[in-house]
Structures are given as structure tokens and as C-alpha cells.
């Protein structure tokens, strides 16, 4: 007998669009919470960010739209090499098997797939952009280092200008916690038909 491959299988963005059906959209704010929580953070602040960036310089020229309005979470503790690797896991979060971290299920982070296609973060010396579309950057994500003569000198330094300023970020040293940009969805896309202006996400926070 002869066999041929066969099996069940579900996409990333199947995977995704199916996780944020169990996420309601304001749940955002508690699950980054619970992150930051167990992350050891004694600090958390959201920040609606209604700002336009350059879009000269940019790791790929689609990125250019989402260089707009964003919502801005930091806490102060910073990713270790292990929290890089559970991000990654989208179906098996990090935190499963230690049931002294609220976030256990390690799900959470996907609800900002609510608002954005292209979620970002800074932490310590490292930057990531993800792209699960692989419709903007090309591929599913990226993960680099930051200059550490600041990014005067970096050939894309547009990409990473919406970050500088916020909470101590300059650049010039190691950022002392965790920074993530999530610029708004301006249109529907594979993973949602979601669309948030700044109005809608400041009143969102005001009601809860």
C-alpha cells in the first residue's frame, strides 16, 4: 500500500481570528496587565497615541501604514529570552504549567489582534514587529537589536521613531522595561473586520 500526507490543519490567521473570538476587544488592558504582573512589573500605563510618524525610512515601504495613531502599553520589567520564545507559541503560552502566574493560559497577547495587524515592541536592547499576514513585512515577524549609538545612524530609523519619547525611551541606553505599539487598524483585514479610531479607544478606557 501506498499512503499520501493528510491531516488537519488550521492557519495562523484561522488560529488567530479564532483566539480573539474568546477575547472580548477591551479585554486588552487586563491581559497586558496580567502580563506585566507576572513579569514582575510595578508599573503599567496605556497611552492613546493619535500622532503620524516619517515614512522615509522604513524596514518595507508597506509598512508605511501603520505609522499612524496607536495604542501605546508599557510596564517596567523587561522580556527575557524565555518570554520571546512563549510569544511565539500563539496555541501554548509559557505560563501553563506555573499556577502562581495569572496569565496562565499565555493566550492573552492576542487580543490586540482587535486593533492591529501589525502589533511591535521594544524590550531592553531588542525591537520585534509581527506581521502573521506576512502582508507588510514580508515574512511572519522580525526581531533585531537597537544601535547603541541611538538611531541617528540606522538606516531605518522611521520604523522606529514612534517609540522614542515614551517613557524614557531615547535610545542611547538599555530601555528599562517593555513598550508595546499598536497602531490602529484603518481598514478590515483577513484577521478582522475591526476598525478603531483614537475616539473609540478613549472612550473605551473612560467606560472601563
Known sequence: MSFQSYGQNETLISSIRNIIKDYPFESIFKEFLQNADDAGATRYHVIVDARSHPTDSLFYNEMKAWQGPAILIFNNAKFKETDFESLMQIRVGGKQGDDTKIGKHGLGFNSCYHFTDVPSFISGDSFAFLDPQEKYLSQRGIRGHI?????GGFSKKDQLIPFE??????F???????????????????????????????????DI
Request: charge should be positive; glycine fraction near 8%; hydrophobic fraction near 30%.
Open 147 to 151: 544601535p547603541n549609538n541611538g538611531i
Open 172 to 206: 542611547r541606553s538599555t530601555f528599562e522595561g517593555t513598550l508595546f505599539r499598536l497602531p490602529l487598524r484603518k481598514e478590515p483585514s483577513d484577521i478582522t473586520d475591526s476598525i478603531f479610531t483614537t475616539k473609540k479607544v478613549r472612550k473605551l478606557l473612560t
Open 165 to 170: 519619547g515614551i517613557e524614557g525611551m531615547d
